[in-house]
């Protein structure tokens, strides 16, 4: 059914003895290390064992257990966040490299929607994915195997949103395919919020099946081909839907009978006992059933999924977790009881205009030792890259945020010399144009070039915090103010 890869979530059983230290985790090339955040890192085989009790079976949260053909397992870090572990079955991915640059790829994402990844693994043969952990289980556990209460009406319903709005986040940032999803890929984080697994952004080898489910759930042109489309992706929206109707994992070919034969109540899950509006099944049932189209051309587009989903929010001031029955989980972090720094108070305030006093305070002094360039690169090009930048200086010194953004721009694209305090500004800019998702790739491209300036993880927290991460945006802020203090005490910098 799809499920070997789902973060079923139990009661944490690993100890302090078990943890690792996350300092000495190697930054990715393409991304960034981000201390535990919501960075991209490149992991040892070591650090991930020591992370899972040395992959104990008593860590496994796939639903099929040992027997599933890729594992996943809890695990935290020293820093106390919990983590899940991928692991693919050996040679999966015989090439390192590739399933390096996949991995890279899906971890360029962030989404409030989405289990976002946070770093991979590759030593010797073994292949090892790590994502954000959901401790509130899976949308196939509170529908199929619910204990004391089945999801209401309008949380289903804000499943269906939110699952339409991670698969159109991700369509818009070029990754419209997503492998086998089904029920088991829907997680629930620490409020109850329904968020995507980034598991199903890669498949699970090389040249493996992307559906691992029952033939009778998967899209009808797989069969025929075995290529996954953005239209299959719809046709698998589609049996979402259906189980969040049903509250039973009915096969699409009988659900679309009955939904033809007028049968729409006796589809409706009887555990709502009624407690649903009519009107808002039956246009949900409307977009299951273009969903489940044979003709791929026929499905709707992801952003027509999120349009039809949208106006049938009806509770959109009421929590997650109460919706869903379960205690909301606190991990607040202990508030410092050091001074704060101009710049950490700046960013803990969220106020963008003390930052940018900070950033033209700063110039460029952070950006010494980051490039060595040879007589022979100081050419023409040289000049003119550099005009653009003491050009983006002015725009950015007298808060022309746009104009800014184009001078820095046409600096970073040249690429002959790389300046982190570039990205910081830019970012900054983004966010003064309100474009965090634009913020938070400058602000880690910012990290990538000089891993351990603080910075680039303060600029990380405020773009998080603008794109509604906070829990990963106080993480990053705490990160950010540890290697200040490291600095301050004698640390060095590039």
């Known amino acids: 059914m799809g499920c070997c890869e789902s973060l079923f979530s139990r009661k944490p059983r690993l100890d302090k003895d078990h943890s690792y230290n996350s300092h000495q985790r190697h930054s990715s090339s393409a991304n960034v290390a981000g201390g535990g955040s919501s960075g991209f890192t490149e992991f040892t085989l070591a650090e991930l064992k020591a992370a899972t009790n040395n992959f104990s079976s008593d860590n496994i949260v796939s639903e099929s257990g040992e027997k599933a053909p890729n594992i996943v397992y809890e695990g935290r870090l020293q820093n106390r966040r919990w983590i899940a572990v991928k692991k693919f079955t050996k040679m999966a991915w015989p090439d390192p490299k590739q399933f390096a640059e996949e991995a890279k790829e899906v971890g360029k994402l962030r989404h409030k929607r989405l289990a976002n990844l946070i770093g991979y693994c590759c030593d010797g043969h073994e292949r090892l994915l790590v994502a954000e952990f959901m401790p509130n289980e899976t949308l196939a556990k509170h529908l199929f195997h619910w204990e004391n209460q089945t999801p209401e009406w309008a949380m ?8 339409a709005e ?3 986040y991700c369509s818009n940032e070029g990754r419209p395919l997503y492998h086998d999803l089904n029920a088991y890929r829907v997680l629930f984080d620490e409020n109850g919020d329904p968020r995507l697994s980034c598991f ?9 099946k992307s559906y691992s489910t029952n033939l009778a759930y998967t899209p009808p042109e797989y069969l025929r081909n075995g290529r996954v489309t953005p239209e299959s992706v719809a046709f698998s929206f589609g049996t979402v839907l259906l189980d969040l109707l049903s509250g039973k994992h009915i096969p699409p070919s009988h659900a679309l009978d009955m939904i033809r034969g007028k049968n729409i109540l006796l589809l409706t899950d009887s555990h709502l006992e009624g407690n649903f509006s009519t009107e ?16 791929p051309r026929e499905r709707p587009k992801t952003k027509d999924l999120v349009s039809t989903l949208s106006p049938l929010q009806n509770k959109p001031d009421v929590p997650s977790h109460m919706m869903l029955g379960i205690s909301k989980q606190e991990e607040t972090p202990p508030t410092p009881q050091r001074p704060l720094s101009p710049m950490d108070d700046a960013c803990s305030r969220m106020d963008l205009t003390a930052i940018h006093q900070i950033l033209v305070m700063t110039h460029y002094k952070d950006d010494v030792g980051t490039n060595e360039l040879s007589f022979q690169e100081w050419t023409q090009q040289m000049r003119d890259m550099l005009d653009a930048r003491k050009r983006g200086d002015l725009a950015f010194r007298d808060k022309d945020f746009k104009t800014a953004i184009d001078c820095y721009s046409q600096f970073i694209d040249v690429g002959t010399m790389i300046s982190p305090t570039v990205h910081a500004r830019r970012s900054l800019c983004y966010l003064m144009c309100d474009q965090p998702d634009a913020a938070l790739r400058d602000a880690m491209q910012a990290q990538c ?14 773009a998080l915090a603008k794109l509604d991460m906070h829990k990963d945006a106080a993480d990053m802020l705490n990160e950010a103010t540890l290697l200040e203090e490291k600095k301050q005490r004698g640390g060095k910098g590039p």
């Open 156 to 163: 289903r319903l804000r499943v269906a949103l939110y699952m």
């Open 166 to 168: 991670a698969l159109d």
């Open 200 to 208: 199903g952004l890669m498949k699970n080898s090389r040249d493996g």
């Open 280 to 295: 808002e099944a039956t246009v949900v049932f409307g977009l299951a059933s273009q969903c489940l189209q044979y003709e």
């Open 449 to 462: 070039v000089y891993p351990d300036w603080s910075t680039a993880f303060y600029m990380q927290a405020v």
